[in-house]
Nanobody
Framework: QVQLVESGGGLVQAGGSLRLSCAAS????????MGWFRQAPGKERDIVAA????????YIADSVKGRFIISRDNAKNTVYLQMNSLQPEDTAVYYC????????????????????WGQGTQVTVSS
């Protein structure tokens, strides 16, 4: 069982930055790939970024590549999403999630089911 709690959301002007944090319970945090997803009103939930258990490999969606960075600190059981150059289209509820089966083969990310989800944190970007 993994419990996830996101924080760091808020209101920011276009061009600004936010850093989201996701604190996880459990003693086997490094066994889980972690992901950040977002869902805007009326839209499906999409993956934004993912990171391997060791933190050595990442995946960043094309829509945020070059602006968002995912990282993790396994000693603190925490995963982060640094969001820079935010735009109004980044407005959404952001969720972190844990996956036992998502993996990387070389640098290629293979997306599998995410097993545990946080409650989400709202990010609003004003123009």
């Amino acid at each position: 069982q993994v419990q996830l709690v996101e924080s760091g959301g808020g209101l920011v002007q276009a061009g600004g930055s936010l850093r989201l944090s996701c604190a996880a319970s459990g003693r086997t945090f490094s066994n889980w790939a972690m992901g950040w997803f977002r869902q805007a009103p009326g839209k499906e939930r999409d993956i934004v970024a993912a990171i391997s258990g060791s933190g050595g490999r990442t995946y960043i969606a094309d829509s945020v590549k070059g602006r968002f960075i995912i990282s993790r600190d396994n000693a603190k059981n925490t995963v982060y999403l640094q969001m820079n150059s935010l735009q109004p289209e980044d407005t959404a509820v952001y969720y972190c999630a844990a996956s036992a089966n998502s993996y990387w083969n070389g640098n290629k990310y293979y997306h599998r089911e995410y097993d545990y989800w946080g409650q989400g944190t709202q990010v609003t970007v004003s123009s």
